[in-house]
Each structure stands twice: as C-alpha cells, then as structure tokens.
C-alpha cells in the first residue's frame, strides 16, 4: 500500500513539470458529473450520491481554477467548492491534480445503536462545515474541440476544525465539460 501512495504521489508532482500548457488560455469549461461519498468518522459510517456542477478557467500556463457546486441525494444537502488544479495536457490526455476548499452541509451520520447515538450526536454538533481535499482526475480526456471526459475522480479530505475525526473520500463516477 505504501509503494501505491508513493507512486501516486511522484506521479502528481512530476506530471505538471513535463505536460505542455493547454493553448485554451481565455476559454471557461462547463460541466456536470455523478458522484458518490463516503464520511467516516470513529464511530459511523455514512455514503451518500450527488450531482455536480461546475465552472473551470486558466489562472496561468498549466494552473486552473474550478468553482462548483453538489447537491446531494437522500437527504438532498448541499456544498459548493472551489478548486486549484494543476492541468497539464499529453495529446488527448488531460489529468488534473489539485487541492479542493469547500463548504458542506452533507457530513451527517445515522444515529446507530443507543451505546453510539450520544456519541454520534456530540461529534456531529461540533463538525465543521468547510473542508479540504486532495482532488485527482488521472482519467480525464478530450473528445473533439469542445469537449472533455473525466472518469473516477477521487478526492481524500477531512473537515476542518477538528482535522482528522472525520475523512472525507468522493468518487466522480463521471464528469463531462464542454468549453465556451
């Protein structure tokens, strides 16, 4: 596991120094995507499904920003975010790694057995709404002029405040983008 994380690692911080700048420089993409996430705390354990949408631009040569929001599903909660990515290109390849700040109203856990509901309660009262993640989008393709595919996106984070009681990991099953 430790050879894996590793790996991932160098490959993120490499992978910016050797791609070639996206000749796109004024153009801002749009596009919407399925997700699903995992909260994970000591005690619980909860998932939960979301749309996405977002907004992405170029700050300069291989760096973008992206601003979005999710909405979640059962309960319907919501969190907008907003992103900093390195965005190299490689032919038709367009990976993004990066870091996510947002705000979320979706960390909640089931209340679970009586030992664990007091619990459970306590430690959601005092969890943040803002958060940080990792963002990485090693699947992510351009399709024709206009358009972009990205394919399991993972974000690891944690809320802040209380860094580490709870992690956060997001799966973008799907995103599709179309530049403007």
């Known amino acids: 596991m430790r050879f894996f994380v590793i790996i991932i690692t160098l490959i993120g911080i490499l992978t910016p120094l050797y791609g070639q700048a996206i000749d796109e420089e004024n153009k801002l993409e749009v596009s919407s995507g399925i997700s699903m996430m995992l ?7 909860q998932t ?5 949408t977002a907004c992405r631009g170029t700050i300069s040569g291989l760096w973008d920003w992206q601003a979005g929001a999710r909405l979640g599903f059962n309960p319907a909660l919501g969190e907008g975010f907003v992103r ?3 965005a ?3 032919g038709f390849w367009r990976p993004l790694m990066g870091f996510e700040f947002g705000v979320t109203n979706r960390a909640h856990f089931k209340e679970g057995n009586k030992l664990l509901r007091e619990t459970t309660q ?3 009262g005092d969890i943040s709404h803002f958060y940080i993640a990792g963002h990485s989008a090693p699947l992510s393709f351009k399709l024709g002029e206009q358009w972009r ?3 399991f996106e993972i974000h690891i984070g944690t809320q802040l405040g ?4 709870s992690t ?3 799966l973008g099953i799907i995103s599709v983008g179309r530049s403007l």
């Open 39 to 45: 909260y994970q705390s000591v005690f619980s354990f």
């Open 48 to 52: 939960s499904s979301a749309v996405e």
């Open 84 to 86: 900093i990515l390195a």
């Open 88 to 90: 190299p290109q490689y």
């Open 122 to 124: 306590a430690m959601e």
């Open 149 to 151: 595919m990205s394919l």
């Open 162 to 165: 209380h860094t580490g009681r």
């Open 168 to 170: 956060r990991v997001q």
